[in-house]
């Protein structure tokens, strides 16, 4: 048996949330975590425009309640691109790996990666990761770096999260034990 | 035909500042830049010490008129080293891709690029570069990350830069287009 | 003749401190410093609970009497992991290469190096760095940055380290010399 496990998946862009154009975020990151994961997966998704005080508010709700938020949008350079500064904000902890990471990966694809600003943080027991604007993009960022997402969830007291491996292949350390109640 | 691009170009040394010894890293930022862009440069150039209200005050005063601000030396982790200190004290956002990626690149070349604190930032629409301070390491460095900076730029609303694909090709992404009035 | 050279160690863990199990980092950072170091080596050795403050005096009070203070645990994602926060707390500088470059290291052993947030700082002539807990990763991580800390020692004033080349071979460049004088 799989634990259910809450996911927070946020778009960011004034454009998509005011209609201007469609929304590809949100089913991109629905599709690839429903393909990578066995448990069952209860989504709280937000279509916000790239407003910092809104991003943040949505972080702050979505975190209490989910044990990963992945957004979606906004960590350019460009002067309304204010994912990063949002994540920041609403942080306890900054775990930088995932920003290194996540740029070394998508440099394989595209010089202009090093442009991104995405950020991983912990708040509370919630993994935040920025993503990608593009369902392309965002595919191949979370193949890149989710092997460590489930032990890292484990470690701030989430849900034991369970990979398909023939699309990402979760590691723990040979320590780490799967609990028996949700969150122990 | 290409837009006229204003770059500033700070060397940033005690000794080279008080004539101990000659400036090398202005001479090989204009050289560097002037075989690697079609567009015609105008330079603004600084040779100042290492004194981070000095080094502040000049980003300050180049960033208001220049799309790109390259500085070399004071990247280190002596006490005199404040070139990146400065660099963050005047930024409007930090992309810490360039930062990664200027000392992954460097790393090819010797072991110690791991002591280098460079950072990239965005003031305004201005891209700022800390590069290191010998002319080898300038342009290994600039080899290795120039082809994100002119999209950098076009997305912080600079002039359009044009490479030449013989020294580094810049990459956009298809959904770029060229503007046809400056920094439009 | 090679100079002595003053380091700290410093083992952070709850359970290692009150005894629940046994400290296995401060052997084996004494033991990778011995093999890899011509220089006679005097330790100052901390076993030390996952507590911020008393991270934070710790690593003052060896940074004073130390050229180099290295600590082993305390670096994930867990809401019980400060090192970085403590380290981070007591620092001049911050040299972010090398927290990048030890997660680039143990990521091409495991997936889950991501998650680490280790920090390498500078506080007054003394370089700290944070090392992940695992014996086995500790040595994986020193072999792969350590070439870069003599130099690194060398420009805020330490001691001159001197390598065994089997074991790491320290890089310096062609314009740094030998001191006549410790710290000179």
Chains 1, 2, 3 share one sequence.
């Not at 778009?11 to 069952?40: F, Q």
């Not at 005080?53 to 979505?62: D, G, W």
């Not at 775990?95 to 991983?120: D, H, N």
């Amino acid at each position: 048996m799989y634990q259910t496990a809450r996911i927070g998946i946020i778009s960011i862009s004034d454009r998509a949330s005011t209609g201007v154009y469609e929304d590809k975020g949100l089913p991109a990151l629905k599709e690839w975590l429903n393909a990578a994961l066995h448990n069952p997966l209860q989504f709280v998704e937000e279509l916000i425009p790239d407003e910092q005080p809104v991003i943040e508010q949505t972080l702050i709700e979505l975190a209490a309640e989910c044990c990963l938020v992945l957004t979606t949008g906004g960590t350019g350079p460009a002067p309304r691109d204010v994912t990063p500064e949002a994540t920041l904000a609403i942080a306890d902890k900054v775990l930088p790996g995932f920003g290194e990471q996540m740029r070394a990966v998508s440099l394989k694809y595209v010089p202009t990666a090093i442009l991104s600003r995405q950020v991983g943080v912990v708040r509370g027991s919630c993994l935040i990761l920025n993503l990608p604007g593009q369902p392309k993009a965002i595919k191949e960022t979370l193949d890149g770096v989710f092997a460590a997402v489930p032990y890292g969830i484990d470690l701030i007291g989430g849900p034991y999260l369970e990979t398909r491996e023939e699309i990402v292949k979760a590691f723990r350390p040979k320590s780490a034990i799967k609990p028996l109640l949700p969150g122990a």
